[in-house]
C-alpha cells in the first residue's frame, strides 16, 4: 500500500514532468518571426537591404543573430522555407573573413568548415580583394562578397537561447515593470540620436516613451536617477534624455503617436522652454522631470516603453501556442 506521502511525491514529480513537457510548447518569440520546428529555432526575413555590418547589428537590436546555417539539415529547411516566402536569390549570413584574411569564421568564432560550408564552385575566391563577407545563394551554395553591398539577411534565434519576461510579456530581460503604471520601461545608456533612438526602441517592440501622468514622470526621472550614466562615452549632451514627442515638421509638437502634447495629459515644460525654434524640433526630458526641446542630432540617453497589451492573455494567447 501506498502512503499519503509516497503519492505526494509522484504527484509532484509528475506535475514537474508534465510542466517541463508544457515548456517545450512555448514557441513564441516575436510577431516577425516564424518558428522552425524541425531546426528548434525562430527567423526573419529582413526585406530591406542592408550591409553585412548594419545586418549583424539589426539581428542583434532584435535579441537575435545573423544567421548562418549549423547543419545541412538547418539549411536545408531554411532555404525551402524562404523559397516559399520571399524572391531574393541571395542573403548575407553571419560568416565572414574580417579577423584574418582568408580564416572564415561565424559571428560567435566558430570555424566555417565545423558549421555549414557548401561554398559555391571556385568560392570563396576574394575577387579583386575585397570580399571579406559571406551570402547564401538560394541554391544552397555559399559566396564570398562586398561587406558593403546592401543584400537581405536572416536573423536567427534559437529555442534553447530563449527566456522570458513574464512581467513585460515580451523576451528582452533589461525591461522592468511598474506596477502602477502597467507599462515596462528601459534606460538606454548607449547614447544615440533621436531617430536611431526610435529604431532602437522599435527593434525591442517598444517605443520612445511618451509621459502622460505625473506619476510616470516622477518614475522616469527616478529611472533616470538610478540609471548607471557616469563613465558613458559618446555623448554629446548630458543632463537630458530623449523622450517620444517632437515638432519635425513644424506643425506643432505632438508625441511620435501624433497626439498633441497638450492632450498627453503632462505637457510641462521647464523654464523659458521651448527655445531652440526651427533648430530644436526633438523632445526630451531633463533629469529633473521638466520638458525640453533639442537638436534632434545629438547622442544622448533615451528611455524605451513597452505597452502591455491584454496582459491577462496575451501570454496564453501567444507564447504558449501549441505548435502543430
Request: proline share 3%.
Amino acid at each position: 500500500m501506498i502512503g499519503t506521502k509516497c503519492v505526494s511525491i509522484l504527484f509532484l514529480v509528475l506535475l514537474t514532468f508534465l510542466e517541463a513537457n508544457a515548456q517545450l510548447s512555448k514557441r513564441f518569440f516575436r510577431k516577425d518571426y516564424t518558428y522552425l520546428i524541425t531546426t528548434e529555432a525562430f527567423y526573419k526575413i529582413h526585406t530591406v537591404h542592408r550591409t553585412w555590418a548594419e545586418a549583424k547589428q539589426r539581428c542583434e537590436m532584435e535579441g537575435a543573430s545573423l544567421f548562418y546555417a549549423e547543419t545541412d539539415d538547418e539549411a536545408n529547411d531554411v532555404i525551402s522555407w524562404w523559397n516559399q516566402t520571399q524572391p531574393f536569390y541571395w542573403v548575407y549570413v553571419g560568416i565572414s573573413d574580417l579577423l584574418a584574411q582568408e580564416v572564415y569564421e561565424t559571428i560567435d568564432g566558430r570555424p566555417v568548415l565545423d558549421v555549414y560550408s557548401n561554398w559555391g564552385p571556385g568560392e570563396p575566391n576574394n575577387a579583386g580583394g575585397v570580399e571579406d563577407c559571406v551570402i547564401l545563394r538560394r541554391d544552397g551554395t555559399l559566396n564570398d562578397d562586398r561587406c558593403d553591398k546592401k543584400y537581405p539577411f536572416i536573423c536567427k534565434k534559437s529555442l534553447n537561447t530563449l527566456q522570458w519576461n513574464n512581467e513585460c510579456d515580451m523576451p528582452n530581460q533589461d525591461y522592468v515593470y511598474n506596477d502602477a503604471l502597467g507599462r515596462c520601461y528601459k534606460f538606454h545608456t548607449d547614447p544615440k540620436n533621436w531617430t536611431e533612438a526610435i529604431t532602437y526602441c522599435s527593434a525591442e517592440q517598444s517605443y520612445l516613451a511618451i509621459i502622460n501622468s505625473q506619476v510616470e514622470d516622477d518614475y522616469l526621472v527616478k529611472l533616470t536617477e538610478d540609471a548607471k550614466k557616469d563613465g558613458v562615452s559618446g555623448l554629446s549632451l548630458i543632463g537630458a534624455v530623449y523622450l517620444g514627442f517632437h515638432n519635425v515638421d513644424g506643425t506643432g509638437w505632438k508625441t511620435i503617436k501624433g497626439t498633441p502634447l497638450e492632450d498627453t495629459g503632462y505637457p510641462k515644460w521647464g523654464n523659458q522652454q521651448p527655445d531652440g525654434g526651427t533648430n530644436e524640433t526633438c523632445g526630451s526630458m531633463f533629469y529633473t522631470g521638466q520638458l525640453n526641446d533639442v537638436s534632434c542630432h545629438h547622442k544622448m540617453f533615451y528611455i524605451c516603453e513597452h505597452d502591455i497589451k491584454n496582459l491577462s492573455g496575451a501570454i496564453d494567447e501567444r507564447f504558449n501556442q501549441l505548435i502543430e
